[in-house]
């Protein structure tokens, strides 16, 4: 019962900030970033924590397309992916690096000098191009996945026995 007593504190701590600066709602956030999590832990400074979360996801995001545009040090696994992507999905990848390199930047100085009202306009910044690269992520999942499955079938067709 604690853990949802405290995501219940959560959600009226946001709804103030909501309000306060226009934000998306908390549903809309916590779909997208699983900013749920940000209730596990106690502080004074909610909205560092739900952005630190967001930054998970796009962090995460930014190392998997690093290993599809370079990976020459990346496990085997990307190399049969990489194969598969054409110059226009290549040219979608760098795209949304630049965007979520962007993002990394910007959280450089966030955790440098916190203000709540720089925090806000952060979330709201990228929650609204987040919509854009989930799009262009599922774009670049269905390539993925196209390229996957015409390697797995070659190995299939190919195998003597």
Same mark, same amino acid.
């Given at each position: 019962?604690?853990?949802?007593?405290?995501?219940?504190?959560?959600?009226?701590?946001?709804?103030?900030?909501?309000?306060?600066?226009?934000?998306?709602?908390?549903?809309?956030?916590?779909?997208?970033?699983?900013?749920?999590?940000?209730? @596990?832990?106690?502080?004074?400074?909610?909205?560092? @924590?739900?952005?630190?979360?967001?930054?998970?996801?796009?962090?995460?995001?930014?190392?998997?397309? @690093?290993?599809?545009?370079?990976?020459?040090?990346?496990?085997?696994?990307?190399?049969?992916?990489?194969?598969?992507?054409?110059?226009?999905?290549?040219?979608?990848?760098?795209?949304?690096?630049?965007?979520?390199?962007?993002?990394?930047?910007?959280?450089?100085?966030?955790?440098?000098?916190?203000?709540?009202?720089?925090?806000?306009?952060?979330?709201?910044?990228?929650?609204?191009?987040?919509?854009?690269?989930?799009?262009?992520?599922?774009?670049?999942?269905?390539?993925?996945?196209?390229?996957?499955?015409?390697?797995?079938?070659?190995?299939?067709?190919?195998?003597?026995?």
């Amino acid at each position: 019962m604690k853990g949802e007593s405290c995501l219940e504190e959560l959600k009226k701590k946001y709804s103030v900030f909501e309000k306060k600066y226009k934000l998306p709602s908390f549903q809309q956030l916590n779909e997208d970033f699983d900013i749920e999590k940000a209730s @596990e832990h106690e502080t004074d400074y909610p909205l560092r @924590e739900i952005r630190k979360l967001i930054m998970d996801k796009v962090i995460a995001y930014l190392r998997f397309i @690093e290993l599809l545009l370079n990976p020459s040090n990346g496990p085997m696994f990307f190399f049969a992916l990489v194969k598969a992507l054409n110059g226009t999905d290549k040219a979608v990848l760098e795209k949304v690096y630049n965007k979520l390199g962007e993002f990394e930047i910007d959280v450089i100085e966030l955790d440098n000098s916190y203000s709540e009202k720089n925090e806000a306009e952060f979330i709201m910044k990228v929650h609204k191009r987040w919509q854009d690269i989930k799009k262009d992520m599922a774009d670049l999942v269905e390539a993925l996945r196209r390229g996957w499955n015409s390697n797995s079938e070659k190995k299939v067709k190919g195998y003597l026995g």
